[in-house]
């Protein structure tokens, strides 16, 4: 089975009927997709996605191939240009689903292959526009288009428990990331990490734990570059066969600058530790 060109999964303090208004409902997709959705929604029915400019120039189209709401929306996604080709129009897939006081949603944007520009596009578009569908659900603000976030997708050969232990133990964490780390792996509870003998220490909170699918966590203070200090990690999880596919985000940053070319490094760098660490059983922690 090839794996999809992108999958993002986000939990979100709403519900599902305010969440499927939220990507369906062109007055609001315009407060923090900076564009209007517009379709009856109905299967075979045709979308389109509109700038907000005085010529409403139409940047994306498509057909309504499913829409169940308010649980599974699926689209056919391609630019003006290329809606013609088959072999150039790809699929969007959003999932809905309650779990216990959030909903969980897993957008998949797939089929891809005819149209490598596109996906280049779509992998830093998704991120900006879904955590700032998060934002403006949650507190009634979308994030300014200005914040910047850090994003990475892992596969790695074994199961979501045991990946999701590595991630919400001192004794896992220390084993790829940090040495000098202390954790009390509950929902409210603090974590503290250690680098370079404690001249760089970070403390977080810990906001959302959803065994074995889902950690997040709060900085409440940190020095490290790139200016963590309020930003948000997150770590969701999905079962693929005998792998699990892990969907990182460091969301938050209020500027990309030098420090924050340096956080995205040293992300890439420690998911492939904890890769490493859980595939051999030897990371490359600080």
């Known amino acids: ?28 997709t315009r407060l923090y997709w900076h564009h209007t959705n517009v379709s009856d ?20 189209v498509g057909k309504v191939v499913e829409s169940d709401p308010p649980r599974r929306l699926v689209l ?23 779990v216990a006081n959030a909903v969980r949603l897993v957008v998949t944007h797939d089929e891809l292959e005819g ?39 892992t596969t790695i050969h074994a199961s979501p428990e045991r990946v999701y232990e590595a991630l919400t133990t001192a004794e896992g964490i220390r084993a790829w990331w ?15 990490f250690g680098f370079y003998e404690r001249q760089v220490l970070t403390k977080v909170r810990l906001t959302a734990l959803d065994p074995p699918r889902h950690v997040a966590w709060q900085t ?43 956080v995205t490094t040293g992300w890439g760098f420690f998911l492939a530790s904890l890769q490493q660490y859980l595939e051999t059983g030897t990371g490359t922690p600080r």
Not at 42 to 57: F, I, N
Not at 221 to 234: C, R, V
Not at 247 to 252: E, L, P
């Open 1 to 28: 089975m090839n794996r999809p060109d992108f999958v993002y999964v986000t939990y979100i303090s709403t519900t599902p009927e305010k969440l499927w208004n939220a990507l369906t409902e062109g007055e609001i």
């Open 115 to 153: 149209d490598p520009a596109m996906g280049r596009r779509i992998s830093n578009g998704w991120p900006k526009v879904l955590s700032s569908l998060k934002s403006l659900l949650e507190t009634g603000q979308p994030l300014p288009r200005s914040w910047s976030h850090i994003m990475h997708l």
């Open 220 to 262: 409440t203070s940190s020095n490290a570059p790139g200016g963590w200090e309020g930003t948000t990690i997150t770590f969701d999880l999905q079962a693929e066969g005998d792998n699990t596919v892990v969907s990182f985000a460091h969301r938050g940053f209020k500027e990309a600058n030098e420090g924050y070319a340096r």
């Open 76 to 98: 056919t996604w391609a630019s003006p240009a290329a809606a013609a080709d088959p072999a150039r129009n790809s699929r969007v897939t959003f999932e809905i689903e309650t």
């Open 41 to 60: 929604w109905k299967p075979g029915s045709a979308w389109q996605h509109v700038r907000l400019d005085e010529a409403k120039t139409v940047d994306i």
């Open 178 to 192: 940090t040495r000098d780390t202390s954790l009390d792996s509950k929902v409210g509870g603090t974590g503290e």
